[in-house]
T-cell receptor, first 109, second 113 residues
Framework: GQSLEQPSEVTAVEGAIVQINCTYQ??????LSWYQQHDGGAPTFLSY????GLEETGRFSSFLSRSDSYGYLLLQELQMKDSASYFC??????????FGPGTRLSVLP | NAGVTQTPKFRILKIGQSMTLQCTQD?????MYWYRQDPGMGLKLIYY???????DKGEVPNGYNVSRSTTEDFPLRLELAAPSQTSVYFC????????????FGSGTQLSVL
């Protein structure tokens, strides 16, 4: 089956910018999503990229490069409430959504 | 709108017992999914459905069964519970299966002892 890779942990300070990378397998791939999950909570949708380039939604942006099989989530003006786990999820024909292992972001004061 | 509603929120089972996790959505979504999430891990797809009467296996279907008799409901059945099924279970839905936003329920914390 398909698999995605992302760093296990990232730490940054309040007000900073952080980038969470995700690499994916290309066979059958057609898009990349990002989800946020706070401890004890359910995943919530952040963004989706089907085309190369940058998608911006407020403080969060997501980027996709199909030629590099790579995407990232960019979080700007970090706030304490952004401390959470972030999952990339690949959409693949015939396999629905395949989630990465998650990146735990810790925002320090 | 309630979105995706899962019950129960917590459950403890003994080895060999059976139970059904309930999931219902009120958004008229065609696609529904069951995922499990082990501590510190990503989500693994158990089963999914593309519409009433149609279900298919995901990555980790062993030990589980599903049915989809209506658009709204997608229950997950655990038969002969085993400690390996201790996990958090999430039900999700989407209008289509093509990369769009997944709406998740609040999850069920299941422990098998």
């Amino acid at each position: 089956g398909q698999s995605l890779e992302q760093p296990s942990e990232v730490t940054a300070v309040e007000g900073a910018i952080v980038q969470i990378n995700c690499t994916y397998q290309t066979s059958g791939f057609y898009g990349l999503s990002w989800y946020q999950q706070h401890d004890g909570g359910a995943p919530t949708f952040l963004s989706y990229n089907a085309l190369d380039g940058l998608e911006e939604t407020g403080r969060f942006s997501s980027f996709l490069s199909r030629s590099d099989s790579y995407g990232y989530l960019l979080l700007q003006e970090l706030q304490m409430k952004d401390s959470a786990s972030y999952f990339c999820a690949g959409s693949y024909y015939g396999q629905n959504f395949v989630f990465g292992p998650g990146t735990r972001l810790s925002v320090l004061p | 709108n309630a979105g995706v509603t899962q019950t129960p929120k917590f459950r403890i089972l003994k080895i060999g017992q059976s139970m059904t996790l309930q999931c219902t959505q009120d958004m008229n979504h065609n696609y529904m999914y069951w995922y499990r999430q082990d501590p510190g891990m990503g989500l693994k797809l158990i089963y999914y459905s593309v519409g009433a009467g149609i279900t298919d296996k995901g990555e980790v279907p062993n030990g589980y069964n599903v049915s989809r008799s209506t658009t709204e409901d997608f229950p997950l059945r655990l038969e002969l519970a085993a400690p390996s099924q201790t996990s958090v279970y999430f039900c999700a839905s989407s209008f289509t299966g093509f990369g769009e936003k997944l709406f998740f329920g609040s999850g069920t914390q299941l422990s098998v002892l």
